[in-house]
């Protein structure tokens, strides 16, 4: 089996920020041929960010290709629409009617090319909000997602940007699923996937909860617990360890590697659903007996009586995880703070998928690119003369990469 199962597949990408470059990442880390559509003259404005962005461009861009183009020029919508009736796919996650006003809109694109499969990764799905501003944090709050992970009272984003990621994920199944449909009609469409819908569909669990219940939803710090055991716990030295006992199979396990025979024959913590009614005095009477170890000697007692457990990480650690570093979970990429020439090799996350009983994990081929470093390539591939590449440049309609300077603010 291939770790590159989509190779051959043809992209071209319009998009910045997340969602649409992890779309563009998951189609090149399975083997597809990305273009990442970068304006000109200074590139997708993803390079410049600092703070919490500044890892955007880096995390979510390798395996692509860079052409960066001017499409507010004639010859530049001109241009891309030559390369059409050549590709397979178009994904973009620009504001509504972005495109439209460059001429690289599904009605301008999908005359070029009747199979044409044209994603579009928006804020909103067809309905009242469609044209409204959409971020991955304002869903988040709107949907009840950030409502259901801060404490009662204070509504608070998840740690990453996973509405970004979830909603590019289903885009790709989509395109995917367009693709399979294309094999029998011969016609392609467009699909789109949005950022509220898919953090609504992270609700489906507390609304349906709600429906099975008749009780209104909790935030996850002060939630109805389903299991007792599902905490995490201080432990001798200053360290903290999440324990979960999901079973009462686990439970008998886990009173025995303690020696917890008092609770072992306890009635009222006989199965879980009675220990749940005890979680008031049981979890700081556990706390209380997990306080006498050190992390590293509960972390074994856990693995030894094969219970749920985890050291509470924070992103740094992964850098120098063992199971990562063994598995090919971390792939070096290298990463400059504004797209520049000075930088490091860094492990990244992988794509965290296997192929085969190799248990192959799709690898990186090119790292993230500088801008426009591959115009003259692609569009060589794609037909055009070199004297014609050559006039697109002293027209400015192509960045020439060999003369960007990056500015920044954070400099």
Same mark, same amino acid.
């Given at each position: 089996?291939?770790?590159?199962?989509?190779?051959?597949?043809? @992209?071209?990408?319009?998009?910045?920020?997340?969602?649409?470059?992890?779309?563009?990442?998951?189609?090149?880390?399975?083997?597809?041929?990305?273009?990442?559509?970068?304006?000109?003259?200074?590139?997708?404005?993803?390079?410049?960010?600092?703070?919490?962005?500044?890892? +955007?461009? /880096?995390? +979510?861009?390798?395996? %692509?290709?860079?052409?960066?183009?001017?499409? %507010?020029? $004639?010859?530049? *919508?001109?241009?891309?629409?030559?390369?059409?009736?050549?590709?397979?796919?178009?994904?973009?996650?620009?504001?509504?009617?972005?495109?439209?006003?460059?001429?690289?809109?599904?009605?301008?694109?999908?005359?070029?090319?009747?199979?044409?499969? =044209?994603?579009?990764?928006?804020? =909103?799905?067809?309905?009242?909000?469609?044209?409204?501003?959409?971020?991955?944090?304002?869903?988040?709050?709107?949907?009840?997602?950030?409502?259901?992970?801060?404490?009662?009272?204070?509504?608070?984003?998840?740690?990453?940007?996973?509405?970004?990621?979830?909603?590019?994920?289903?885009?790709?199944?989509?395109? *995917? $699923?367009?693709?399979?449909?294309?094999?029998?009609?011969?016609?392609?469409?467009?699909?789109?996937?949005?950022?509220?819908?898919?953090?609504?569909?992270?609700?489906?669990?507390?609304?349906?909860?709600?429906? $099975?219940?008749?009780?209104?939803?909790?935030?996850?710090?002060?939630?109805?617990?389903?299991?007792?055991?599902?905490?995490v716990f201080n432990t001798k030295g200053g360290g903290q360890l999440f324990i979960g006992?999901?079973?009462? *199979?686990?439970?008998?396990?886990?009173?025995?590697?303690?020696? &917890?025979?008092?609770? $072992?024959?306890?009635?009222? &913590?006989?199965?879980?659903?009675?220990?749940?009614?005890?979680?008031?005095?049981? &979890?700081?009477?556990?706390?209380?007996?997990?306080?006498? =170890?050190?992390?590293?000697?509960?972390?074994?007692?856990?693995?030894? /009586?094969?219970?749920?457990?985890?050291?509470?990480?924070?992103?740094?650690? &992964?850098f120098e995880d063992p199971h990562l570093k063994a598995t090919d979970g971390l792939v070096?990429?290298? !990463?400059?703070?504004?797209?520049?020439? @000075?930088?490091?090799?860094?492990?990244?996350?992988?794509?965290?998928?296997?192929?085969?009983?190799?248990?192959?994990?799709?690898?990186?081929?090119?790292?993230?690119?500088?801008i426009g470093v591959h115009n003259q390539e692609v569009l060589l591939e794609y037909g +055009?003369?070199?004297?014609? !590449?050559?006039?697109?440049?002293?027209?400015?309609?192509?960045?020439? =990469?060999?003369?960007?300077?990056?500015?920044?603010?954070?400099?």
């Amino acid at each position: 089996m291939s770790a590159v199962p989509l190779k051959g597949l043809k @992209i071209l990408e319009f998009s910045h920020t997340v969602m649409g470059p992890s779309a563009g990442l998951l189609f090149a880390e399975l083997g597809a041929d990305v273009i990442k559509i970068e304006p000109a003259p200074d590139g997708d404005k993803t390079r410049r960010l600092g703070g919490f962005g500044a890892g +955007f461009f /880096s995390g +979510f861009n390798r395996n %692509k290709r860079s052409l960066s183009i001017n499409l %507010k020029m $004639a010859e530049g *919508q001109a241009t891309i629409h030559r390369l059409i009736p050549k590709v397979d796919v178009v994904l973009e996650n620009f504001g509504p009617g972005t495109m439209e006003r460059l001429g690289c809109g599904y009605k301008h694109l999908a005359p070029l090319n009747e199979r044409l499969v =044209y994603l579009a990764l928006k804020g =909103y799905l067809a309905g009242p909000y469609e044209n409204r501003p959409a971020l991955d944090e304002v869903v988040q709050f709107q949907s009840g997602l950030a409502w259901m992970t801060g404490p009662p009272g204070q509504p608070l984003r998840a740690g990453a940007s996973v509405v970004d990621i979830l909603g590019a994920m289903f885009g790709v199944i989509g395109v *995917q $699923a367009a693709l399979r449909e294309l094999d029998h009609t011969g016609a392609g469409q467009r699909i789109s996937s949005s950022l509220f819908e898919s953090a609504v569909f992270l609700m489906s669990t507390h609304m349906a909860g709600m429906a $099975a219940t008749g009780l209104e939803a909790r935030p996850m710090p002060a939630r109805r617990g389903a299991w007792a055991i599902y905490d995490v716990f201080n432990t001798k030295g200053g360290g903290q360890l999440f324990i979960g006992v999901t079973s009462d *199979q686990q439970w008998k396990r886990f009173v025995a590697e303690f020696g &917890l025979e008092e609770l $072992a024959s306890d009635p009222r &913590l006989e199965t879980n659903v009675t220990r749940l009614g005890e979680r008031e005095w049981l &979890l700081p009477a556990l706390q209380e007996v997990l306080l006498q =170890y050190s992390q590293k000697e509960l972390e074994s007692r856990c693995e030894h /009586s094969n219970i749920s457990w985890a050291p509470v990480g924070q992103p740094k650690d &992964l850098f120098e995880d063992p199971h990562l570093k063994a598995t090919d979970g971390l792939v070096d990429v290298f !990463i400059s703070k504004f797209g520049e020439d @000075i930088g490091k090799m860094t492990g990244l996350p992988a794509v965290p998928i296997e192929f085969g009983i190799e248990r192959k994990r799709p690898g990186i081929r090119l790292q993230p690119p500088k801008i426009g470093v591959h115009n003259q390539e692609v569009l060589l591939e794609y037909g +055009f003369e070199k004297d014609e !590449i050559d006039s697109l440049y002293k027209a400015n309609v192509l960045t020439d =990469y060999h003369k960007i300077k990056i500015n920044s603010d954070l400099d």
